[in-house]
């Protein structure tokens, strides 16, 4: 019996069709700079301990930073987020010091337009196949009071585009 070759484009374009919130994840590099990436594979994992899930792909120009720090922090963006997203998800553009952010206790910046935010510790990472799997243990979160505008609107990724959350009435 012989494996079939699956189509990575199409396969990717399957994996699409499941809608996902947006994070920026953000580290701090040996000399104290800062960078970000972002991810839609973000989870939360467990309650007891308090435990979140992203991955990271070993081709990113972020991969060593983020395989070997010990402390990052989670971003979930806002619809208003989008410019923030992008920019964190084009080759090249992960310094943070170049845009606007807010400082978190734990020292990676989080961003205004972000819905929640969460400060981890390393817990454990994992083979993911061609990424890593983080696992973050929660020191600290915030998160923003729901609202009826865009500032409590989750962005959204979903066929390869950005979008927002459009609540259904019951």
Do not use: Y
Request: charged share 20%; net charge negative.
């Amino acid at each position: 019996m012989t494996t079939k070759q699956l189509d990575t484009r199409q396969l990717r374009n399957a994996f699409g069709c499941f809608a996902t919130g947006i994070t920026v994840v953000t580290a701090l590099e040996a000399d104290g700079s800062a960078v970000g990436i972002t991810a839609n594979s973000f989870s939360s994992l467990s309650l007891d301990p308090p435990l979140i899930l992203w991955s990271v792909d070993r081709r990113s120009t972020t991969f060593p930073i983020f395989e070997k720090c010990q402390h990052f922090v989670v971003s979930i963006l806002s619809a208003d987020g989008a410019p923030v997203a992008s920019r964190f998800a084009m080759k090249g553009g992960h310094k943070v010091e170049e845009i606007d952010t807010v400082p978190t206790e734990l020292g990676p910046p989080t961003f205004a337009d972000s819905l929640a935010v969460f400060e981890c510790d390393l817990f454990a990472r994992h083979d993911g196949g061609d990424h890593i799997i983080v696992v973050g243990k929660v020191r600290r979160f915030t998160h923003l009071p729901e609202h009826d505008d865009n500032t409590s609107k989750p962005l959204i990724f979903f066929r390869g585009r950005f979008g927002n959350l459009t609540p259904l009435t019951g």
